[in-house]
């Protein structure tokens, strides 16, 4: 379970932070003035004197955490001057000591922030924007009341707008169950939505004037643009506004309005509360192309058909999602295109697509007769480096059914522990170099997939052992060409030659 949800969570951090960091500096992780930086020393004292703090969980290394550093520290130097006060604060959840602060707040990727309330008995995850103005407006409006009262017309257009989602409950009065589950749902839901509690359902511009006994109310800027709701148990309304916020076809381009909804699509609550086999299909191509249209109207209908199937739909302008399209290595010439992703991590993938392809090879995937799309660089031709190169199309003739002992290490391109890692794998390559049953290599785990279920990457480098028997295993010795050496002639089989020598 816990590797399905990091699938989804690795693409979700990359397009969130592809989305919301600004480019900036290549900065250091500067320490400034007003972010307070604290550790596993003093996290607790201090979080609990403050009655609203924002901790970001850093790592040195990483590129997103350092374009949001000049931004959180502008936004905390704006807010240091707010009544009453809002902190801003960061863990470097990178050092040893912090790590069990990062599990206790289930830190699964960088830069993740998170809204501490009532001395740290209330987190939040922050979802706002990631830009000085923005951090700074929308942390403000966290301190203020969870839900704001409607009492005009004016009231609930400021409020609601064109471009949100926003939750409006209708009461005959403020008070009772109704109104106070209400309230503690919005108290919980705050960072994510907006809302609105008002005693007179006329004043809202969407919808009947009047209500039959309490109601929420929620607008948002696509399909039917809003739905009642009338069951007031705390559960029942929290999944209500959970699956009522999905858009059924979500629109990823550039207009930084919809991007809330992409974040919403890669984190659906189909993955996350029903536990169903539940799917992302995305569909890719050029807007600008003459077959939109078409592409647009075949796919809301499909999507239409598929509503409450467990299959989620998306609709990208490559234009703007140059970084999406590569993290599925996929290529421009493919265009337009589909793929699927479910938990599983299975994907599935329609290349050059035309829009009547649509239905049919949708029906294809939900009967279960396409066969996944692995996603791989092309197998090296030359591959004489002491350190061999695998890839995901060679990973099962390398690994599995080569009959040799083989440490494989998984990289990152941008890792700085690989790379200190790469002379001394070097150096132990060199030293098995004349032994034909043992092969070092290395496969880079961001250009290629690989099976979650056989191998458990959460962090670079990764490295796994495989006897030539097929026992394999996660290598977490030390990282000195010694240790690695060791272990691999403690762990290795002897072939049936090498017995006989023996003997
Ligand atoms: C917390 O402790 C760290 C390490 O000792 C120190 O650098 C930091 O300034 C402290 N923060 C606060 C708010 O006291
Ligand atoms: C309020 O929520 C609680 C917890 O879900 C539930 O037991 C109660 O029945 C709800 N009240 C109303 C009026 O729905
Ligand atoms: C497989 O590896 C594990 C962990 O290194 C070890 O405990 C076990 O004895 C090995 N099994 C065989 C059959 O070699």
């Keep these: 379970m816990a590797s399905r949800v990091s699938i989804w969570f690795s693409v979700f951090v990359l397009l969130v932070s592809s989305i919301n960091v600004i480019s900036a500096e290549e900065g250091e992780g500067q320490s400034g003035e007003f972010v307070l930086t604290l550790d596993h020393s003093n996290f607790s004292e201090t979080v609990s004197k403050h009655a609203f703090v924002v901790v970001e969980f850093y790592a040195p290394w990483c590129g997103h955490c350092k374009n949001l550093a000049p931004e959180y520290e502008k936004a905390a130097s704006i807010l240091s001057r707010h009544d009453p006060p809002?902190?801003?604060?960061?863990?470097?959840?990178?050092?040893?000591?912090?790590?069990?602060?990062?599990?206790?707040?289930?830190?699964?990727?960088?830069?993740?922030?998170?809204?501490?309330?009532?001395?740290?008995?209330?987190?939040q995850e922050y979802k706002g924007p990631r830009e000085a103005d923005g951090i700074a407006e929308f942390l403000k409006k966290q301190v203020g009341p969870a839900s704001a009262v409607i009492q005009s017309v004016e009231d609930a257009g400021n409020l609601i707008g064109e471009k949100k989602i926003v939750v409006v409950g209708v009461f005959s009065e403020f008070s009772g169950e109704e109104f106070a589950n209400f309230s503690f749902l919005a108290e919980k839901l705050r960072s994510e939505y907006d809302f609105g509690h008002t005693l007179d359902a006329k004043l809202l511009p969407r919808g009947e004037s009047s209500v039959n006994g309490p109601t929420v109310r929620l607008f948002?800027?696509?399909?039917?643009?809003?739905?009642?709701?009338?069951?007031?148990?705390?559960?029942?309304l929290e999944k209500f506004?959970?699956?009522?916020?999905?858009?059924?076809?979500?629109?990823?381009?550039?207009?930084?309005?919809?991007?809330?909804?992409?974040?919403?699509?890669?984190?659906?609550?189909?993955?996350?509360?029903?536990?169903?086999?539940?799917?992302?299909?995305?569909?890719?191509?050029?807007?600008?192309?003459?077959?939109?249209?078409?592409?647009?109207?075949?796919?809301?209908?499909?999507?239409?058909?598929?509503?409450?199937?467990?299959?989620?739909?998306?609709l990208g302008d490559i234009e703007a999602n140059q970084r999406a399209f590569e993290y599925f290595g996929l290529k421009d010439d493919q265009a337009p295109l589909i793929i699927i992703q479910n938990n599983d991590g299975q994907k599935y993938l329609k290349p050059n697509l035309e829009p009547?392809?649509?239905?049919?090879?949708?029906?294809?995937?939900?009967?279960?007769?396409?066969?996944?799309?692995?996603?791989?660089?092309?197998?090296?031709?030359?591959?004489?480096?002491?350190?061999?190169?695998?890839?995901?199309?060679?990973?099962?003739?390398?690994?599995?059914?080569?009959?040799?002992?083989?440490?494989?290490?998984?990289?990152?391109?941008?890792?700085?522990?690989?790379?200190?890692?790469?002379?001394?794998?070097?150096?132990?390559?060199?030293?098995?170099?004349?032994?034909?049953?043992?092969?070092?290599?290395?496969?880079?785990?961001?250009?290629?997939?690989?099976?979650?279920?056989?191998?458990?990457?959460?962090?670079?480098?990764?490295?796994?052992?495989?006897?030539?028997?097929?026992?394999?295993?996660?290598?977490?010795?030390g990282r000195k060409k010694e240790d690695i050496i060791d272990f691999i002639q403690k762990n290795r089989d002897k072939t049936i030659q090498q017995d006989l020598g023996e003997r």
């Design 356 to 477: 009547d392809h649509i239905v049919p090879w949708l029906k294809e995937y939900t009967d279960g007769s396409l066969k996944p799309f692995k996603k791989s660089e092309p197998i090296p031709e030359i591959n004489n480096e002491p350190v061999k190169v695998v890839v995901g199309d060679s990973l099962q003739d390398v690994v599995f059914n080569s009959g040799k002992n083989v440490l494989l290490e998984f990289y990152a391109p941008w890792c700085g522990h690989c790379k200190q890692l790469a002379p001394i794998l070097d150096e132990v390559a060199v030293s098995f170099e004349s032994d034909t049953d043992v092969i070092i290599a290395k496969l880079d785990a961001t250009a290629n997939d690989i099976p979650r279920d056989t191998f458990d990457v959460k962090g670079y480098p990764t490295l796994y052992f495989k006897s030539a028997s097929g026992n394999l295993s996660q290598y977490d010795g």
């Design 220 to 236: 948002k800027p696509f399909d039917e643009l809003f739905v009642d709701f009338q069951d007031f148990h705390v559960d029942a």
């Design 86 to 123: 809002i902190i801003l604060a960061k863990v470097d959840a990178n050092e040893e000591v912090n790590k069990e602060l990062a599990s206790e707040f289930e830190i699964r990727g960088f830069p993740t922030l998170k809204i501490l309330r009532n001395g740290g008995k209330n987190v």
């Design 241 to 314: 506004v959970e699956e009522a916020s999905v858009p059924s076809v979500t629109l990823f381009d550039k207009d930084p309005s919809n991007h809330p909804f992409v974040v919403k699509f890669f984190n659906s609550p189909n993955a996350k509360v029903d536990k169903v086999i539940s799917a992302g299909a995305m569909l890719f191509l050029y807007f600008n192309s003459e077959l939109f249209d078409a592409f647009k109207s075949k796919y809301h209908d499909v999507a239409k058909h598929y509503k409450g199937k467990g299959i989620s739909f998306l």
